[in-house]
């Protein structure tokens, strides 16, 4: 499945807590990205990472953290200053450089209950 | 920032028949255009890609054509087939920042 997983699949947390989601690949891509998917608004993207120790906010950032320590790793905190987390979240990598494909993860589902 | 723009919304066609997704961009600098797939409860997937240098790119049923001049491009599906029916993403990047933009996306049906 294109070597980039995410973690958990499916998630349930109440309002006002933090949450972090797991995205991990093994494809040695340089570049990794978030989106959030919600219906009939397509991707938006959140955060998206060029480099180890750098990245840069995307559309819709406000409420959300990223960090990225390792090349392979690339983990999103949803905190309690978003406002209307649930949806469908998305992680992609890609090599980095112009034109290259994104591989997308298999996605989490978050609910705030 | 760029926008993207993608229509219609919902399709629905016979299968065999031809299905067209439209996508217009604002950014006259964005210079690579990909189309995604993506099935339901699946992942997106790559179907086809065009850069701005090509105005048109073709494999197997699926094509893509691109008018840079009027700043808009579109996936044509031939012969369709009921696993074509998903939701198609159009986007936009350019070779700076290697940021994508999303179309709002397309679902597609394919009535046997």
């Known amino acids: 499945d294109g070597g980039i997983t995410q973690s958990p699949k499916y998630l349930f947390r109440k309002e006002g807590q933090n949450v972090t989601l797991s995205c991990e690949q093994n494809?040695?891509?340089?570049?990794m990205y978030w989106y959030r998917q919600d219906p009939g608004q397509g991707l938006r993207l959140i955060y998206y990472?060029?480099?180890?120790?750098?990245?840069q906010k995307g559309d819709i950032a406000e409420g959300y953290s990223v960090s990225r320590e390792k090349k392979e790793s690339f983990p999103l905190t949803v905190t309690s200053a978003q406002k209307n987390p649930t949806a469908f979240y998305l992680c992609?990598?890609?090599?980095?450089?112009?034109?290259?494909?994104?591989?997308f993860g298999p996605g989490t589902r978050l609910t705030v209950l | 920032g760029e926008n993207v723009e993608q229509h219609p919304s919902t399709l629905s066609v016979q299968e065999g028949d031809s299905a067209v997704i439209k996508c217009t961009y604002s950014?006259?600098?964005?210079?690579?255009f990909p189309w995604y797939k993506q099935e339901l409860g699946k992942r997106p997937q790559l179907i086809i890609d065009?850069?701005?240098?090509?105005g048109e790119k073709k494999d197997q049923r699926i094509a893509v054509t691109l008018n840079k001049t009027a700043k808009h491009f579109s996936l044509h599906i031939t012969e369709t087939q009921p696993e074509d029916s998903a939701v198609y993403f159009c986007?936009?990047?350019?070779?700076?920042?290697?940021?994508?933009?999303f179309g709002t996306g397309t679902s597609l049906t394919v009535i046997p």
């Open positions: 065009i850069r701005s240098n090509v």
């Open positions: 494809l040695n891509h340089d570049a």
């Open positions: 990472s060029q480099i180890v120790n750098d990245f």
């Open positions: 992609a990598s890609s090599p980095g450089g112009f034109g290259r494909e994104q591989f």
């Open positions: 986007a936009a990047s350019r070779d700076t920042g290697n940021q994508f933009y």
């Open positions: 950014d006259s600098a964005s210079n690579y």
